[in-house]
């Protein structure tokens, strides 16, 4: 089983402000740290699952995971910048995975209870699909849907979770 894990910063155990998720922020270096161990978690369960390869994919272009403490069995695809990633948080994934967990992910833009709350990033704010404002998960799993690449987790704040479970009722989340 080929499994893709986007990874994203802001939805991640413990980060709940700016400073913990930008370079010149006080908390960044620790973060970074928390970071990496939930990317770590969710591919040791990938691979306790049966993932039989594991690619992961930190789409921003400071680099915020330490890729050095990646799991060593994790392939990490990263881009310089973002506007070189057409696929955005799915950076590497094509029609061969069997699955994609989205972990560390955040609610949409101006979502009153969301931590760190935003969609893609400026200029865009309130990102809509058929009239919908839709969060990067419910945005990227339409990309994923496109490739027959279902969606197996999602891990962030209780926000992205409760949305996550809305419209995909058999996800698990944490």
Known sequence: MKVLISLDMEGVSGIVSRQETL???????ECRRWFTWDANAAIEGAL???????????PHHQLNILWHELHPKAQLV?????????????????ETFDVVLFVGQHARYGHWRGVLSHTITRPFAHVRINGELVNEV????????????????????DVICRESEAWLPHIETA
């Open 23 to 29: 370079p010149a922020g006080q908390f960044y270096r």
């Open 48 to 58: 306790a699952g049966g993932a039989t390869e594991v690619v992961a994919t930190d």
């Open 78 to 94: 990263r881009r310089d910048l973002i506007a070189h990633c057409p696929l955005y948080i799915l950076e590497g994934l094509d």
């Open 138 to 157: 419910k945005l990227a799993t339409a990309m994923a849907g496109r490739l027959g690449v279902p969606v197996g987790l999602v891990t962030g704040d």
